[in-house]
């Protein structure tokens, strides 16, 4: 049932939102700079990774590339990586990991996987044509020690003016996060996993 609004209530209304918009327009006016950004997703909640993608999306609707390289997820089929395949060369898909490190259990193997992966990355960097990278997980790789934080730092912050890269994955190093644009930390609340819900396609992958 809708409930009643009074003619005095809709005009005060009314002038509430002349006001915020008139806000709104001023602070969007002011934001003139255009530049490729490096974003972060990181923390302990779901929807680093989807949030990502998402974004990929987004790019791809404006008729863009995207490049994708994921370090540590192994090889197994996805729902976004399906997806995507729609779009064909507009995007090129890199899953470089051999799985989480409790899986390999083997450093060597995690260290050249990761490297291999970053020198994957370094080269998509190089591809004008590409709008968007996306790193899945190179925080995790980071976290690790797989790759040297400093350098990896440096190549993101040396990226040509107009790439927008987004690095996912938990634990984001403190130089990574003072170095990016935007960090959005995923807070966990809730998750069905502690409630004995497996991992579900269409959900986790």
């Known amino acids: ?39 972060v997703n990181t923390g302990p909640g779901k929807g680093k990774s989807t949030a990502a993608f998402g974004l990929a999306l987004r790019m791809l609707g404006t008729g863009r590339r995207v490049g994708i390289v994921q370090f540590i997820k192994g090889a ?5 990586q399906q997806a995507l395949t729609i779009f064909g060369d507009r995007v090129e898909w890199r899953t470089m990991g051999e799985g989480f ?18 020198d994957e990355a370094k080269m998509l960097m190089t591809d ?8 899945d997980e190179l925080n995790i ?22 790439l927008h890269i987004i690095v996912t994955g938990r634990n984001a190093k403190p130089p990574l996060i003072e170095a ?4 959005t930390e995923m807070t966990l609340v ?12 269409g959900i986790e992958y």
Do not use: C
Not at 21 to 31: F, N
Not at 76 to 80: L, P, Q
Not at 190 to 201: D, W
């Open 190 to 201: 809730k998750h069905h996993f502690k409630a004995g819900v497996k991992a579900q396609s």
């Open 101 to 118: 490190t409790w899986d390999t259990q083997d450093l060597k193997r995690d260290v050249a996987a990761a490297t291999k992966a970053w």
């Open 1 to 39: 049932m809708t409930r009643e609004i009074s003619d005095s209530e809709a005009a005060r209304h009314r002038e509430k939102m002349v006001n915020r918009k008139s806000v709104q327009d001023a602070e969007v006016a002011e934001k003139t700079i255009e530049k490729g950004l490096l974003m």
């Open 128 to 135: 004008e044509t590409i709008g968007l990278l996306v790193l």
């Open 76 to 80: 197994w089929s996805t729902g976004e």
């Open 141 to 162: 790789a980071l976290r690790y020690d797989y790759l040297d934080l400093t350098e990896v730092v440096a190549t993101l912050q040396s990226r040509r003016p107009d």
């Open 180 to 183: 990016a644009d935007m960090v």
